[in-house]
């Protein structure tokens, strides 16, 4: 019978860098992906920035956020001189903190990210949702913004 | 648990190009393990958790998006969530359990009980 039990080293948590694995896949990357993929997905020093994706159509833009493991009233959206402020906090969770850690990659803290748009948007009219820990910002365009057609009488 | 070693697929390209592997956060109480990774995108139908003797593996699939018009800035990745770990032999897999809340999946994996600590009581 083995009455000692194995104590594994404890795993250092390095969450500045946005956790190892973000990191192991980078440099998995750096070999099996081209170059401009890289540069695209090269975000692993950002840690506390959430991704993010935007989208145009004729009348919206629209943010895409990760945000994994939030609670809805811990997100903050605004808008600031046509810029989109993302921020929030992850806490903590107080009920792993005698637990033996073994894995610690996760971010947990203050966090934000700002995008300029690139045209006027409508304030009064922009809606998030939160689902699957994404966040979608559907921001339309203010009315100058929009493309119009115009009529060019040939005589 | 050994599943602080975690399986390395990486022998395998192809199946390296095709998932990205999740942050995760492991915990080890009295009672057993705790797993959590983040899984933005995917909910409870693209999830599928398999043991496999000694090994578990977590898979999430995104749910596919609505096409919201022209990309402008591309930054997260589309692929899909793949990892796996090597179980401690001290878990009892019948008892594991699963769920996804808002993109994070906590896999809890209980101990068997004839290795849980236990006092002795001196008469």
């Given amino acids: ?37 890289l540069a695209r997905t090269s975000h692993f020093l950002s840690g506390s920035a959430p991704v993010v994706d935007i ?9 895409k956020a990760e945000l994994p493991g939030m609670k809805k009233e811990d997100i903050d959206v605004s808008l600031h001189d046509g ?20 894995r610690a990659e996760r971010f947990f803290g203050r966090f934000q990210r700002t995008v300029a748009l690139p045209s006027a948007v409508d304030a ?15 921001l339309p365009k203010a009315e100058e913004a929009k493309p119009k057609q115009i009529d060019v009488q040939v005589n | 648990m050994q599943t602080t070693l975690e399986k390395q697929t990486t022998n395998n390209r192809a199946e ?39 090994e578990i593996t977590i898979t999430g699939r995104r749910s596919p998006e609505a096409v919201a018009g022209e990309p402008l800035f591309r930054e997260r990745n589309t692929f899909d969530y793949r990892r796996v770990f090597e179980l401690d032999p001290a878990i009892d897999t019948a008892k594991v359990s699963a769920k996804i809340e808002q993109g994070v999946l906590t896999v809890t994996l209980p101990k068997s009980e ?10």
């Fill in chain 1, 1 to 37: 019978m083995n009455l000692l039990r194995w104590q594994r080293p404890e795993l250092a948590a390095w969450q500045s860098f946005g956790g190892l694995s973000t990191l192991r896949n980078e440099i998995d990357r750096l070999f099996e992906a081209p170059l401009t993929e």
């Fill in chain 1, 55 to 63: 989208y145009e159509d004729k009348d919206n833009f629209v943010v």
């Fill in chain 1, 83 to 102: 810029s989109l402020s993302i921020s929030g906090e992850r806490k903590s969770e107080q009920k792993w903190e005698d637990a033996e850690v073994h």
């Fill in chain 1, 124 to 138: 009064g009219k922009i809606k998030a949702q939160y689902k699957d820990g994404v966040l979608t910002v559907t």
């Fill in chain 2, 16 to 54: 390296s190009v095709e998932y990205v592997a999740p942050n995760v956060n492991i915990f080890e109480t009295e009672e057993g393990y705790v797993l959590q990774a983040e899984m933005p995108g995917v909910s409870k139908d693209g999830l599928e958790i398999t043991l496999e003797g000694t």
């Fill in chain 2, 114 to 123: 004839r290795v849980k600590p236990r006092k002795i009581k001196v008469d």
